[in-house]
Protein backbone atom coordinates (compact mmCIF):
# COMPACT_ATOMS: atom_id res chain seq x y z
CA UNK A 1 0.00 0.00 0.00
CA UNK A 2 2.87 2.19 0.11
CA UNK A 3 4.13 2.07 -3.16
CA UNK A 4 2.86 5.12 -5.87
CA UNK A 5 0.61 4.18 -8.39
CA UNK A 6 2.70 3.39 -11.36
CA UNK A 7 0.59 5.39 -14.15
CA UNK A 8 -1.81 8.22 -12.97
CA UNK A 9 -5.15 7.05 -11.83
CA UNK A 10 -8.12 8.72 -13.23
CA UNK A 11 -10.03 8.68 -10.24
CA UNK A 12 -6.65 10.99 -8.35
CA UNK A 13 -7.08 14.49 -9.70
CA UNK A 14 -5.22 17.60 -8.70
CA UNK A 15 -7.22 20.59 -7.96
CA UNK A 16 -6.58 23.99 -9.09
CA UNK A 17 -8.46 27.47 -7.58
CA UNK A 18 -9.76 27.57 -11.03
CA UNK A 19 -11.40 24.02 -11.17
CA UNK A 20 -11.97 23.54 -7.44
CA UNK A 21 -15.58 23.61 -7.62
CA UNK A 22 -15.88 21.68 -10.64
CA UNK A 23 -13.67 18.59 -9.27
CA UNK A 24 -15.52 18.47 -5.96
CA UNK A 25 -18.99 19.82 -5.62
CA UNK A 26 -19.94 19.52 -9.29
CA UNK A 27 -17.90 15.71 -9.32
CA UNK A 28 -19.89 14.93 -6.14
CA UNK A 29 -23.38 13.95 -7.76
CA UNK A 30 -21.64 11.32 -9.96
CA UNK A 31 -19.63 9.98 -7.38
CA UNK A 32 -18.42 10.13 -3.78
CA UNK A 33 -15.95 12.78 -3.70
CA UNK A 34 -12.63 12.46 -1.16
CA UNK A 35 -10.18 15.87 -0.94
CA UNK A 36 -7.40 15.48 0.77
CA UNK A 37 -5.77 19.03 1.73
CA UNK A 38 -2.23 19.02 2.04
CA UNK A 39 1.00 21.08 1.77
CA UNK A 40 4.24 19.80 1.15
CA UNK A 41 6.23 20.92 4.01
CA UNK A 42 4.09 18.90 5.76
CA UNK A 43 5.13 15.47 6.28
CA UNK A 44 1.92 13.92 8.07
CA UNK A 45 0.24 15.08 4.47
CA UNK A 46 3.47 12.81 2.54
CA UNK A 47 2.95 9.91 4.80
CA UNK A 48 -0.98 10.06 4.32
CA UNK A 49 -1.21 10.43 0.73
CA UNK A 50 -0.03 7.41 -0.53
CA UNK A 51 -2.26 5.33 1.17
CA UNK A 52 -5.63 7.69 0.04
CA UNK A 53 -4.31 7.57 -3.34
CA UNK A 54 -3.97 3.52 -3.64
CA UNK A 55 -7.56 2.95 -1.76
CA UNK A 56 -8.69 5.38 -5.13
CA UNK A 57 -6.89 3.08 -7.43
CA UNK A 58 -8.13 -0.24 -6.12
CA UNK A 59 -11.77 1.18 -5.57
CA UNK A 60 -11.95 2.03 -9.31
CA UNK A 61 -14.20 5.25 -9.23
CA UNK A 62 -16.00 4.31 -6.54
CA UNK A 63 -15.10 7.31 -4.76
CA UNK A 64 -12.57 10.24 -6.50
CA UNK A 65 -9.49 11.70 -4.98
CA UNK A 66 -9.03 15.77 -5.13
CA UNK A 67 -6.00 16.02 -3.95
CA UNK A 68 -5.96 20.23 -2.87
CA UNK A 69 -2.62 21.76 -2.01
CA UNK A 70 -3.66 24.34 0.87
CA UNK A 71 -0.81 26.97 -0.49
CA UNK A 72 -2.37 26.66 -3.90
CA UNK A 73 -6.20 26.45 -3.22
CA UNK A 74 -6.41 28.66 0.50
CA UNK A 75 -9.54 30.23 -0.01
CA UNK A 76 -11.34 26.76 -0.96
CA UNK A 77 -9.28 25.62 2.56
CA UNK A 78 -10.70 28.34 4.65
CA UNK A 79 -14.42 27.66 3.39
CA UNK A 80 -13.47 23.78 4.65
CA UNK A 81 -12.48 25.49 7.93
CA UNK A 82 -9.42 23.37 7.73
CA UNK A 83 -7.72 24.02 11.10
CA UNK A 84 -4.80 21.58 10.47
CA UNK A 85 -3.29 19.51 7.50
CA UNK A 86 -3.85 16.79 6.50
CA UNK A 87 -7.41 17.77 6.76
CA UNK A 88 -9.56 14.63 4.55
CA UNK A 89 -13.13 15.82 3.36
CA UNK A 90 -15.77 13.82 1.86
CA UNK A 91 -18.54 15.91 -0.27
CA UNK A 92 -21.29 14.15 -1.42
CA UNK A 93 -24.59 16.06 -3.61
CA UNK A 94 -22.72 19.13 -3.59
CA UNK A 95 -22.48 18.55 0.79
CA UNK A 96 -19.91 17.84 3.29
CA UNK A 97 -20.91 14.54 5.14
CA UNK A 98 -17.54 13.88 7.03
CA UNK A 99 -13.97 14.57 7.74
CA UNK A 100 -11.57 13.59 9.51
CA UNK A 101 -7.71 15.18 10.02
CA UNK A 102 -4.42 13.73 10.73
CA UNK A 103 -2.61 10.56 9.26
CA UNK A 104 -4.94 7.44 9.81
CA UNK A 105 -3.73 3.95 9.43
CA UNK A 106 -5.14 2.86 6.42
CA UNK A 107 -7.60 0.21 8.24
CA UNK A 108 -9.20 2.72 10.01
CA UNK A 109 -9.88 5.28 6.50
CA UNK A 110 -11.25 1.79 4.78
CA UNK A 111 -13.72 1.74 7.67
CA UNK A 112 -14.48 5.33 6.93
CA UNK A 113 -14.55 5.12 3.43
CA UNK A 114 -17.41 2.16 4.17
CA UNK A 115 -19.42 4.34 6.18
CA UNK A 116 -19.43 6.92 3.07
CA UNK A 117 -20.19 4.62 0.34
CA UNK A 118 -23.42 3.71 2.58
CA UNK A 119 -24.58 7.38 2.71
CA UNK A 120 -23.79 7.23 -1.11
CA UNK A 121 -26.13 4.69 -1.72
CA UNK A 122 -28.94 6.47 0.31
CA UNK A 123 -28.44 9.26 -1.46
CA UNK A 124 -28.26 7.48 -4.98
CA UNK A 125 -31.24 5.37 -3.76
CA UNK A 126 -33.47 8.64 -2.80
CA UNK A 127 -32.41 9.98 -6.09
CA UNK A 128 -33.75 7.32 -7.96
CA UNK A 129 -36.97 7.48 -6.01
CA UNK A 130 -39.45 9.24 -8.40
CA UNK A 131 -37.60 8.97 -11.65
CA UNK A 132 -36.26 4.65 -11.30
CA UNK A 133 -38.23 3.54 -8.02
CA UNK A 134 -37.39 -0.08 -9.32
CA UNK A 135 -33.43 0.51 -9.12
CA UNK A 136 -34.37 2.65 -5.86
CA UNK A 137 -35.76 -0.73 -4.14
CA UNK A 138 -33.01 -2.49 -5.06
CA UNK A 139 -30.51 -0.42 -3.79
CA UNK A 140 -32.55 -0.24 -0.44
CA UNK A 141 -33.04 -4.13 -0.38
CA UNK A 142 -29.56 -4.13 -0.62
CA UNK A 143 -29.05 -1.83 2.29
CA UNK A 144 -31.38 -3.58 4.66
CA UNK A 145 -29.90 -6.55 4.00
CA UNK A 146 -26.68 -5.68 5.24
CA UNK A 147 -28.19 -3.92 7.97
CA UNK A 148 -31.59 -5.57 8.78
CA UNK A 149 -32.13 -3.10 11.87
CA UNK A 150 -31.56 0.01 10.84
CA UNK A 151 -35.12 1.86 9.70
CA UNK A 152 -34.07 4.22 7.76
CA UNK A 153 -33.59 1.48 4.76
CA UNK A 154 -36.78 -0.10 5.60
CA UNK A 155 -39.04 3.36 5.30
CA UNK A 156 -37.01 3.84 2.20
CA UNK A 157 -38.12 0.40 0.80
CA UNK A 158 -41.59 1.36 1.75
CA UNK A 159 -41.49 4.29 -0.31
CA UNK A 160 -40.15 2.69 -2.97
CA UNK A 161 -43.10 0.06 -2.76
CA UNK A 162 -45.63 2.70 -2.60
CA UNK A 163 -44.21 4.37 -5.48
CA UNK A 164 -44.54 1.29 -7.63
CA UNK A 165 -48.06 0.64 -6.06
CA UNK A 166 -47.28 -2.57 -4.92
CA UNK A 167 -49.65 -1.48 -1.32
CA UNK A 168 -49.45 -4.87 -0.22
CA UNK A 169 -45.44 -5.19 -0.27
CA UNK A 170 -45.29 -1.67 1.40
CA UNK A 171 -47.80 -2.64 3.86
CA UNK A 172 -45.93 -5.51 4.76
CA UNK A 173 -42.83 -3.32 5.75
CA UNK A 174 -44.93 -0.80 7.36
CA UNK A 175 -46.13 -3.68 9.37
CA UNK A 176 -42.69 -4.98 10.01
CA UNK A 177 -41.82 -1.68 11.21
CA UNK A 178 -44.97 -1.17 13.68
CA UNK A 179 -43.90 -4.63 15.40
CA UNK A 180 -41.55 -2.50 17.30
CA UNK A 181 -44.37 -0.41 19.31
CA UNK A 182 -43.25 3.16 17.50
CA UNK A 183 -43.14 4.64 13.52
CA UNK A 184 -40.56 7.11 12.75
CA UNK A 185 -42.41 10.47 10.98
CA UNK A 186 -41.31 9.30 7.51
CA UNK A 187 -42.78 6.22 8.37
CA UNK A 188 -45.82 7.82 9.56
CA UNK A 189 -45.91 9.63 6.20
CA UNK A 190 -45.43 6.28 4.09
CA UNK A 191 -48.25 4.72 6.30
CA UNK A 192 -50.58 7.66 6.09
CA UNK A 193 -50.35 7.91 1.55
CA UNK A 194 -51.00 3.85 1.91
CA UNK A 195 -54.26 4.60 3.68
CA UNK A 196 -55.10 7.57 1.07
CA UNK A 197 -54.41 5.18 -2.14
CA UNK A 198 -56.41 2.50 -0.01
CA UNK A 199 -59.78 4.82 -0.82
CA UNK A 200 -59.00 5.07 -4.53
CA UNK A 201 -60.83 3.31 -7.25
CA UNK A 202 -64.26 5.26 -6.45
CA UNK A 203 -66.76 6.67 -9.32
CA UNK A 204 -66.24 9.70 -7.88
CA UNK A 205 -68.77 12.03 -10.07
CA UNK A 206 -71.64 9.75 -8.65
CA UNK A 207 -70.31 9.08 -5.02
CA UNK A 208 -70.99 13.31 -5.38
CA UNK A 209 -74.14 13.44 -6.88
CA UNK A 210 -75.10 10.76 -4.16
CA UNK A 211 -73.55 13.16 -1.18
CA UNK A 212 -75.59 16.14 -2.51
CA UNK A 213 -78.70 14.24 -2.91
CA UNK A 214 -78.32 13.18 0.87
CA UNK A 215 -76.04 16.12 2.85
CA UNK A 216 -77.48 14.40 6.90
CA UNK A 217 -76.14 11.05 5.29
CA UNK A 218 -73.12 11.71 7.54
CA UNK A 219 -71.80 8.21 6.46
CA UNK A 220 -72.03 9.10 2.93
CA UNK A 221 -70.20 12.53 3.38
CA UNK A 222 -67.12 10.37 4.50
CA UNK A 223 -67.10 8.05 1.61
CA UNK A 224 -66.89 11.24 -0.26
CA UNK A 225 -64.01 12.88 1.78
CA UNK A 226 -62.03 9.45 1.38
CA UNK A 227 -62.98 9.52 -1.90
CA UNK A 228 -61.61 12.97 -2.74
CA UNK A 229 -58.55 12.06 -0.33
CA UNK A 230 -57.76 9.13 -2.56
CA UNK A 231 -57.86 11.18 -5.58
CA UNK A 232 -55.69 13.82 -4.48
CA UNK A 233 -57.82 16.32 -4.72
CA UNK A 234 -56.74 17.36 -0.70
CA UNK A 235 -58.38 20.91 -0.29
CA UNK A 236 -61.52 19.47 -1.14
CA UNK A 237 -61.14 16.15 0.99
CA UNK A 238 -60.09 18.68 4.14
CA UNK A 239 -63.16 21.05 4.00
CA UNK A 240 -65.43 17.78 3.52
CA UNK A 241 -63.59 16.03 6.79
CA UNK A 242 -63.73 19.48 8.87
CA UNK A 243 -67.42 19.48 8.29
CA UNK A 244 -68.13 16.73 9.32
CA UNK A 245 -65.51 17.20 12.77
CA UNK A 246 -67.87 20.34 13.37
CA UNK A 247 -71.32 18.75 12.33
CA UNK A 248 -70.75 14.66 13.82
CA UNK A 249 -67.76 15.80 16.38
CA UNK A 250 -69.11 12.26 18.52
CA UNK A 251 -70.08 10.06 14.79
CA UNK A 252 -68.06 10.21 12.09
CA UNK A 253 -66.25 13.00 12.96
CA UNK A 254 -63.25 11.28 14.44
CA UNK A 255 -62.65 9.04 11.06
CA UNK A 256 -62.98 12.38 9.27
CA UNK A 257 -60.42 13.60 11.58
CA UNK A 258 -57.61 10.72 10.96
CA UNK A 259 -58.24 11.17 7.24
CA UNK A 260 -57.32 14.93 7.84
CA UNK A 261 -54.42 13.79 9.82
CA UNK A 262 -53.40 11.79 7.02
CA UNK A 263 -53.49 14.49 4.78
CA UNK A 264 -51.25 16.64 6.60
CA UNK A 265 -48.35 13.54 6.78
CA UNK A 266 -48.75 13.52 2.86
CA UNK A 267 -48.49 17.19 1.83
CA UNK A 268 -45.26 18.87 1.78
CA UNK A 269 -44.12 20.30 5.63
CA UNK A 270 -44.48 23.79 4.28
CA UNK A 271 -47.88 23.21 2.41
CA UNK A 272 -50.38 26.03 3.13
CA UNK A 273 -53.10 23.78 3.22
CA UNK A 274 -51.67 22.17 6.62
CA UNK A 275 -51.14 25.16 7.77
CA UNK A 276 -54.83 26.20 7.13
CA UNK A 277 -56.91 23.71 8.25
CA UNK A 278 -54.77 22.31 11.34
CA UNK A 279 -55.86 25.97 12.49
CA UNK A 280 -59.17 25.20 11.48
CA UNK A 281 -59.25 21.53 13.04
CA UNK A 282 -57.96 22.94 15.94
CA UNK A 283 -60.81 25.33 16.67
CA UNK A 284 -63.61 22.93 15.50
CA UNK A 285 -61.84 20.31 18.44
CA UNK A 286 -61.29 22.77 21.04
Same mark, same amino acid.
Given at each position: ?73 ? *? &? !? =?????? $?????? #? ?118 ? *? &? !? =?????? $?????? #? ?61
Amino acid at each position: MSEEPQEPSPWIVNTTPDTFDKDVFERSHEATVVVDFWAAWCAPCRALAPTLEALATEFDGKFILVKANTEEVA *D &A !A =AKFNVQ $GIPAVY #AVIDGEIVDFFSGALPEEQIRSWLGRLFTISTIAEAKRLEESAPEAAEAKYRALAEQSPNEAEFQIGLARTLLAQERLDDCQQVISELERRGFLEPEAEKVKAALGLHGMEGVDLDSLKQ *D &A !A =AEPSNF $GLQLQL #AEALAGAQQYEEALQACLALVENDRKGVGDAARQVMVDIFRVLPDDSELTTVYRRKLSLALY
